[in-house]
C-alpha cells in the first residue's frame, strides 16, 4: 500500500472523515490541538484495531495537525515524522496497510486534508475538474486559504455541498486547486 520513491502510488494519505471533524487554521498557522471523539470507541473498525495501530492512527492525527497536509504515502517519510522507535519501524508498514484496508486512511493525490473531491469514489469526477472542463473563463486556480486574499468581495461555496470552494476577486473567480466548479 506504501509507495516507493518511483510507485504510481497516490502521493499522500488522508484520514477518514477529516474535514468533518477538525477546523482548518484561521491563520494558516498549524493548530496546537486536534479533536478525538470518543464516539470513535464504538467503531467496530476501530474496535478490531490493535493498540499499536490505534497508536499509529492517533499519530497520524497529530502529523496532519501539526503539519496542515495530508500524510506522504512513504513509510520513510511517516517513521521520521510520527518519531517511530527502530523498535517499532518493522511493524509500521503493516500498521499503515491495516489502516488503508479498514477505511482510516485513504489514497489521494490533494494535500490537502480538508478537500474530499478525489475520495469516496469521485476520482474521474476530480480528473474533469482539474482538467478545467466546464469553468467559466473568468476563474484562477489558488491553493486552499479559508481567510480572504485581499480585495475579495465574495466567499464562493458549491451549490450543492455548501462548501467553501474558493473567493471572488476584483470580479474574477479564484477557485481552490481541486475544488468543485457547478
Known sequence: MIMT???NQPKYL???NWEKFQSPSKNGKSLPWCKLYSAQADDFEYQR???FQRGVLHDCYLVVTRTSRNLHNDITWLARTMHTLGTDRPHLQ???DTLTVRGFLTPTESSNPYWRGEREGEEKERRKRVRGEGEPENSRRIPFSPDPPEGATAK???EETGEHVGWKVNGERYLFEGATCR
Open 5 to 7: 520513491s518511483q510507485s
Open 14 to 16: 488522508a484520514i477518514r
Open 49 to 51: 484495531l490493535t493498540s
Open 94 to 96: 503493516h500498521a499503515i
Open 156 to 158: 464562493l461555496t458549491d
